[in-house]
C-alpha cells in the first residue's frame, strides 16, 4: 500500500512494466565461446563471484513494491537504502545491501574512489580497450578483446540492465577497468540510481531476481505466500548467438572467414585473458577485425567435430551390422559342416 504521492505515481508507472528474470547468456553458446574461465577470474578479482549466481524466481509483485518504497540517503559516512516488502519497512547500510546480493563480505571500494586511488580516467582507459572515442553511450563492438566484450554485455544484462545491449555507458566502463585492474568494487549505489530510473523506463524490468535475493536476506519471505514468475523463454531473456551476429560482434555460416585453426582461436582466449590481467595500449584496427568471428569459429569447429563424429558413429552401427549378418552366416555354414561331417563318420562306422 502507497504510504504518499510519489508512491502512488510510482505504483501507477510499475503497474504497466512488464516483468522479466535477470537476464543470462544462452548456456550452450556461453560454453562454446570459451570464455567462461575469463569471466570467471573477472568477477573473482572485483569480488562479484558469489552475485553472478542467481537462480532465484523473481516476482512480479514483490519488484513492484520494493522499486517504489525504494529510497536511500547519505548519514555520516554511510548510505542507508530504505525500502519495504509486505508493507514492512527495511533499513540496510550499503554495505549490507552489498552482501545481500552476493557481493563479497570483505570491504569493496566504492567507484568514486577510482579517480583518487588509481588514478583512473575514462578517457584514457576507454581508449586503451577501444578504437572509438569515449561518451556517455559507448559501443561495444568497439572493444578489442573478447573477454571485455562479453564482460561489457553482461554488465548491460545484469548490473545496469538496459534495452540496448550494444551500449556501454561510463558507469559500465569504470567496471571494466576494475575487473581489468583487480580492484574490488561495488557498485551498489549506482545499481539503486539505475533501478529508480527503470520505473519511468520503457524497457522490461528484469531485476526481478535481485529483488528476490534482497528479500530472502531481510527474512521478509519467513511465511509469506508469493507469487512467482514462471520459468521460460517469455519470462527471461537469454541472449545468444543470434543476438552477436546481429550486432556485428561475430559472423555465421558460410560467410564466415574460413581457414581458421583451432590453435588461432586459442590464441584469442589468450588474449582475452591478457584483456583482464594485463590490458594492452592502443591494439590496431587490425586487431579488431581479426577478431570479427573468433567466437563464430570456435562454434563452427566444435559443430563440424561434433557431425564428424556423428557420421563415424553411424559408419561404426553400419559395419558392426555387417559383422553380425557375416558371423551369422559363418555360424549357419559351421552348422551344416558338423552336421555333414557327422552323417560321414557314421555313414563309414566311424560315429
Same mark, same amino acid.
Given at each position: 500500500?502507497?504510504w504518499?504521492?510519489?508512491?502512488?505515481?510510482?505504483?501507477?508507472?510499475?503497474?504497466? $512494466?512488464?516483468?522479466?528474470h535477470?537476464?543470462?547468456?544462452e548456456?550452450?553458446?556461453?560454453?562454446?565461446?570459451?570464455l567462461?574461465?575469463?569471466?570467471t577470474?573477472a568477477?573473482s578479482?572485483?569480488?562479484?563471484?558469489?552475485?553472478?549466481?542467481?537462480?532465484?524466481?523473481?516476482?512480479k509483485?514483490?519488484?513492484?513494491?520494493?522499486?517504489?518504497?525504494?529510497?536511500?540517503e547519505e548519514?555520516?559516512?554511510?548510505?542507508?537504502?530504505?525500502?519495504?516488502?509486505?508493507?514492512?519497512?527495511?533499513?540496510?547500510?550499503?554495505?549490507?545491501?552489498?552482501?545481500?546480493l552476493g557481493?563479497?563480505?570483505?570491504?569493496?571500494?566504492?567507484?568514486?574512489?577510482?579517480?583518487?586511488?588509481?588514478?583512473?580516467?575514462?578517457?584514457?582507459?576507454?581508449n586503451?580497450?577501444?578504437?572509438?572515442?569515449v561518451?556517455?553511450?559507448?559501443?561495444?563492438?568497439?572493444?578489442h578483446?573478447p573477454?571485455?566484450?562479453m564482460?561489457?554485455?553482461?554488465?548491460?544484462?545484469?548490473?545496469?540492465?538496459?534495452?540496448?545491449l550494444?551500449?556501454?555507458s561510463?558507469?559500465?566502463?569504470?567496471?571494466?577497468?576494475?575487473?581489468?585492474?583487480?580492484?574490488?568494487?561495488f557498485?551498489?549505489?549506482?545499481?539503486?540510481?539505475?533501478?529508480q530510473?527503470?520505473?519511468?523506463?520503457?524497457?522490461?524490468?528484469?531485476?526481478t531476481?535481485?529483488?528476490?535475493?534482497i528479500?530472502?536476506?531481510?527474512?521478509?519471505?519467513?511465511?509469506? $505466500?508469493?507469487?512467482?514468475?514462471?520459468?521460460?523463454?517469455?519470462?527471461?531473456?537469454?541472449?545468444g548467438?543470434?543476438?552477436f551476429? $546481429?550486432?556485428?560482434m561475430?559472423?555465421?555460416?558460410?560467410?564466415?572467414?574460413?581457414?581458421?585453426?583451432?590453435?588461432?582461436?586459442?590464441?584469442y582466449n589468450?588474449?582475452?585473458?591478457?584483456?583482464i590481467?594485463h590490458?594492452?595500449v592502443g591494439?590496431?584496427?587490425?586487431?579488431?577485425?581479426?577478431?570479427?568471428?573468433?567466437?563464430?569459429?570456435?562454434?563452427?569447429?566444435?559443430?563440424?567435430?561434433?557431425?564428424?563424429?556423428?557420421?563415424?558413429?553411424d559408419?561404426?552401427s553400419?559395419?558392426?551390422?555387417?559383422?553380425t549378418?557375416?558371423?551369422q552366416?559363418?555360424?549357419?555354414m559351421?552348422t551344416?559342416?558338423?552336421?555333414?561331417?557327422?552323417?560321414?563318420?557314421?555313414?563309414?562306422?566311424?560315429?
Open positions: 500500500m502507497p504518499n504521492d510519489y508512491e502512488w505515481d510510482a505504483l501507477d508507472l510499475l503497474k504497466n $512494466q512488464t516483468y522479466h535477470v537476464r543470462i547468456f548456456p550452450l553458446f556461453f560454453i562454446k565461446t570459451g567462461k574461465a575469463d569471466m577470474r568477477f578479482h572485483v569480488g562479484w563471484y558469489n552475485f553472478t549466481d542467481m537462480t532465484e524466481p523473481g516476482s509483485f514483490l519488484t513492484m513494491e520494493f522499486l517504489m518504497t525504494l529510497s536511500f548519514v555520516g559516512n554511510n548510505n542507508e537504502i530504505y525500502f519495504r516488502f509486505f508493507d514492512e519497512q527495511f533499513k540496510l547500510t550499503a554495505k549490507e545491501l552489498s552482501v545481500a557481493f563479497d563480505k570483505k570491504w569493496l571500494l566504492d567507484s568514486s574512489v577510482l579517480t583518487k586511488t588509481y588514478k583512473y580516467d575514462p578517457t584514457t582507459w576507454w586503451e580497450i577501444s578504437e572509438e572515442p561518451s556517455s553511450k559507448n559501443s561495444i563492438v568497439s572493444i578483446h573477454a571485455l566484450r564482460l561489457a554485455k553482461w554488465i548491460g544484462m545484469v548490473v545496469h540492465p538496459h534495452s540496448d550494444r551500449l556501454c561510463l558507469s559500465e566502463v569504470q567496471y571494466l577497468f576494475a575487473m581489468a585492474k583487480k580492484i574490488k568494487l557498485p551498489i549505489m549506482s545499481m539503486l540510481a539505475h533501478w530510473k527503470m520505473i519511468v523506463g520503457r524497457s522490461h524490468i528484469d531485476i531476481t535481485l529483488v528476490t535475493c528479500a530472502t536476506h531481510v527474512k521478509a519471505l519467513d511465511n509469506a $505466500q508469493v507469487t512467482y514468475l514462471p520459468w521460460g523463454d517469455e519470462y527471461q531473456l537469454r541472449v548467438v543470434e543476438h551476429v $546481429q550486432g556485428h561475430m559472423r555465421e555460416g558460410p560467410d564466415a572467414e574460413k581457414g581458421a585453426s583451432s590453435s588461432q582461436h586459442r590464441r589468450n588474449s582475452a585473458i591478457n584483456a590481467e590490458p594492452t591494439p590496431s584496427s587490425s586487431a579488431c577485425n581479426r577478431y570479427e568471428n573468433p567466437f563464430m569459429r570456435g562454434i563452427t569447429d566444435l559443430t563440424t567435430r561434433v557431425n564428424t563424429m556423428g557420421q563415424q558413429q559408419q561404426i553400419i559395419d558392426l551390422t555387417h559383422n549378418e557375416l558371423i552366416q559363418n555360424w549357419s559351421n551344416s559342416l558338423l552336421c555333414d561331417t557327422t552323417s560321414i563318420f557314421t555313414h563309414l562306422g566311424l560315429g
